[in-house]
Antibody
Framework: EVQLVQSGAEVKKPGESLKISCKGS????????IGWVRQMPGKGLEWMGI????????RYSPSFQGQVTISADKSIYTAYLQWSSLKASDTAIYYC???????????????WGQGTLVTVSS | EIVLTQSPGTLSLSPGERATLSCRAS???????LAWYQQKPGQAPRLLIY???SRATGIPDRFSGSGSGTDFTLTISRLEPEDFAVYYC?????????FGQGTKVDIK
């Protein structure tokens, strides 16, 4: 069974750094693109970016380029999303999302993590 | 960059009624590159439809998708109590894989 298990909720202050994680199991982690989706309070879904753990090829949505860093460690089946300096506007739920087709970038999301709530407040 | 516009914003219906949700793209989408997701409060989204009209594994046949080019539709033939949720369309054929803003289906 495919599972994506994300790290727990975080409460941070503006300017702090943060790295959240998403551990995959039940499939060949290195062979599927995995990305991150933001959902701000009461709002819709926004793709942030995506990575292919097999070779670390990473693509960012223009709105998030330079704002976050996506990485993966295929040896421990884990993808990461990190910020170097958080802002209050980063308060949101962040979902990791694995694409449905092996090695295919242009495919829908087949599996979702449970979400990580990040709260940034002074 | 393709922009997806969903309508209506909210659809108020009763169980047993038919729901028709629209998703319009700002430019033509490959007919195989449109998905629909369902999201219930406090849960992650779930894939319902991919390739505009193919149901994902385990999705009941009361859910159907149609359309091509710039106009796509998700139809729920007879609403069950568990179908009241928010629905998002997504184009996944080009970066940055945009989602529509969502349609909320709530109980009338």
């Amino acid at each position: 069974e495919v599972q994506l298990v994300q790290s727990g909720a975080e409460v941070k202050k503006p300017g702090e750094s943060l790295k959240i994680s998403c551990k995959g199991s039940g499939y060949t982690f290195s062979s599927y693109w995995i990305g991150w989706v933001r959902q701000m309070p009461g709002k819709g879904l926004e793709w942030m970016g995506i990575i292919y753990p097999g070779d670390s090829d990473t693509r960012y949505s223009p709105s998030f380029q330079g704002q976050v860093t996506i990485s993966a460690d295929k040896s421990i089946y884990t993808a990461y999303l990190q910020w170097s300096s958080l802002k209050a506007s980063d308060t949101a739920i962040y979902y990791c999302a694995r694409l449905g087709s092996r090695a295919v970038l242009w495919s829908p999301v087949g599996y979702w993590g449970q979400g990580t709530l990040v709260t940034v407040s002074s | 960059e393709i922009v997806l516009t969903q309508s209506p914003g909210t659809l108020s219906l009763s169980p047993g009624e038919r729901a028709t949700l629209s998703c319009r793209a700002s430019q033509s989408v490959g007919s195989t590159d449109l998905a629909w997701y369902q999201q219930k409060p406090g849960q992650a989204p779930r894939l319902l439809i991919y390739g505009a009209s193919s149901r994902a594994t385990g999705i009941p046949d009361r859910f159907s998708g149609s359309g091509s080019g710039t106009d796509f539709t998700l139809t729920i033939s007879r609403l069950e109590p568990e179908d009241f949720a928010v629905y998002y369309c997504q184009q996944y054929g080009t970066s940055p894989w945009p989602f529509g803003q969502g349609t909320k289906v709530d109980i009338k």
